[in-house]
Protein backbone atom coordinates (compact mmCIF):
# COMPACT_ATOMS: atom_id res chain seq x y z
CA UNK A 1 0.00 0.00 0.00
CA UNK A 2 1.38 3.20 -1.05
CA UNK A 3 0.38 6.58 0.32
CA UNK A 4 0.81 9.96 -1.47
CA UNK A 5 0.05 13.73 -0.52
CA UNK A 6 0.21 16.56 -2.43
CA UNK A 7 1.18 19.87 -1.63
CA UNK A 8 2.70 23.27 -3.42
CA UNK A 9 -0.59 23.82 -5.46
CA UNK A 10 -2.02 27.51 -4.96
CA UNK A 11 -2.92 30.70 -6.36
CA UNK A 12 -0.45 31.86 -9.12
CA UNK A 13 0.08 34.78 -11.93
CA UNK A 14 0.73 33.94 -15.50
CA UNK A 15 4.26 33.34 -15.90
CA UNK A 16 5.04 32.51 -12.19
CA UNK A 17 6.48 29.10 -11.36
CA UNK A 18 5.46 26.76 -8.99
CA UNK A 19 6.88 23.20 -7.31
CA UNK A 20 4.64 20.64 -6.24
CA UNK A 21 5.65 17.77 -4.02
CA UNK A 22 4.62 14.68 -3.72
CA UNK A 23 6.00 12.33 -0.45
CA UNK A 24 5.21 8.98 -0.44
CA UNK A 25 4.65 6.57 2.24
CA UNK A 26 4.44 2.68 2.10
CA UNK A 27 7.23 0.66 0.11
CA UNK A 28 8.68 2.03 -3.59
CA UNK A 29 10.42 -0.16 -5.46
CA UNK A 30 13.00 0.21 -8.27
CA UNK A 31 10.24 -0.70 -10.98
CA UNK A 32 7.80 2.35 -10.11
CA UNK A 33 7.00 5.29 -11.81
CA UNK A 34 5.72 8.24 -10.13
CA UNK A 35 3.50 10.52 -13.21
CA UNK A 36 1.59 13.63 -12.56
CA UNK A 37 -1.44 13.95 -13.97
CA UNK A 38 -3.96 17.09 -13.98
CA UNK A 39 -7.58 17.44 -14.27
CA UNK A 40 -9.33 21.04 -15.20
CA UNK A 41 -13.10 21.34 -14.81
CA UNK A 42 -15.09 19.56 -16.81
CA UNK A 43 -12.33 17.84 -18.53
CA UNK A 44 -10.39 14.14 -18.68
CA UNK A 45 -8.00 13.87 -16.32
CA UNK A 46 -4.68 14.09 -18.42
CA UNK A 47 -0.89 12.90 -18.04
CA UNK A 48 1.42 15.66 -17.58
CA UNK A 49 4.72 14.17 -16.70
CA UNK A 50 6.32 10.63 -15.57
CA UNK A 51 9.80 9.09 -13.62
CA UNK A 52 11.49 6.05 -13.65
CA UNK A 53 12.24 5.46 -9.58
CA UNK A 54 15.07 3.53 -10.79
CA UNK A 55 17.00 5.57 -13.64
CA UNK A 56 15.16 8.92 -13.12
CA UNK A 57 14.30 8.49 -16.87
CA UNK A 58 11.95 11.10 -17.18
CA UNK A 59 8.56 11.58 -19.72
CA UNK A 60 6.50 14.61 -20.52
CA UNK A 61 3.23 15.70 -22.29
CA UNK A 62 3.73 18.31 -25.12
CA UNK A 63 2.05 20.73 -23.50
CA UNK A 64 4.34 20.94 -20.91
CA UNK A 65 7.58 20.17 -22.27
CA UNK A 66 10.46 22.60 -21.66
CA UNK A 67 8.24 24.38 -19.32
CA UNK A 68 8.38 21.18 -16.42
CA UNK A 69 10.63 19.43 -14.82
CA UNK A 70 9.37 16.20 -12.58
CA UNK A 71 12.09 14.91 -10.54
CA UNK A 72 12.64 12.58 -7.12
CA UNK A 73 14.64 12.14 -4.25
CA UNK A 74 14.86 8.42 -3.38
CA UNK A 75 16.15 9.12 0.24
CA UNK A 76 12.99 10.78 0.84
CA UNK A 77 10.69 8.75 -0.97
CA UNK A 78 9.43 11.93 -2.51
CA UNK A 79 8.42 12.97 -6.25
CA UNK A 80 8.39 16.81 -7.55
CA UNK A 81 6.97 18.57 -10.59
CA UNK A 82 8.77 21.79 -11.24
CA UNK A 83 6.52 24.26 -13.42
CA UNK A 84 7.48 27.32 -15.32
CA UNK A 85 5.91 30.20 -17.13
CA UNK A 86 2.93 28.90 -16.04
CA UNK A 87 -0.32 29.80 -18.07
CA UNK A 88 -4.21 30.50 -17.46
CA UNK A 89 -4.27 27.26 -19.03
CA UNK A 90 -2.36 25.15 -16.32
CA UNK A 91 -5.34 25.34 -14.34
CA UNK A 92 -6.67 22.47 -12.57
CA UNK A 93 -6.39 19.92 -9.92
CA UNK A 94 -2.66 18.63 -10.07
CA UNK A 95 -2.38 14.52 -8.87
CA UNK A 96 0.86 12.37 -8.67
CA UNK A 97 0.65 8.51 -8.74
CA UNK A 98 2.36 5.63 -8.35
CA UNK A 99 2.40 2.77 -11.27
CA UNK A 100 3.75 -0.29 -9.56
CA UNK A 101 3.93 -2.12 -12.70
CA UNK A 102 7.20 -2.31 -15.33
CA UNK A 103 7.17 0.14 -17.97
CA UNK A 104 5.92 3.41 -18.20
CA UNK A 105 2.77 4.51 -18.47
CA UNK A 106 0.42 7.87 -19.92
CA UNK A 107 -2.96 7.08 -18.84
CA UNK A 108 -4.71 7.06 -15.64
CA UNK A 109 -5.43 3.52 -15.58
CA UNK A 110 -1.74 2.68 -16.03
CA UNK A 111 -1.32 3.64 -12.39
CA UNK A 112 -2.29 2.22 -9.21
CA UNK A 113 -1.91 4.67 -6.34
CA UNK A 114 -3.39 7.94 -6.21
CA UNK A 115 -3.12 11.17 -3.61
CA UNK A 116 -6.03 13.42 -3.04
CA UNK A 117 -4.41 16.64 -5.40
CA UNK A 118 -3.97 20.04 -5.41
CA UNK A 119 -5.14 22.89 -6.54
CA UNK A 120 -2.77 25.10 -9.01
CA UNK A 121 -4.59 28.47 -10.48
CA UNK A 122 -3.19 30.58 -12.98
CA UNK A 123 -4.79 34.15 -13.50
CA UNK A 124 -3.90 36.21 -16.50
Known amino acids: QVQLVESGGGLVQAGDSLRLSCPAS????????MGWFRQAPGKEREFVAA????????YYADSVKGRCTISRDNAKKTGYLQMNSLKPEDTAVYYC?????????????????WGQGTQVTVSS
Open 51 to 58: ISWSTGNT
Open 26 to 33: GPIFAHYH
Open 97 to 113: AVRIRSGLGYLPSHYDY
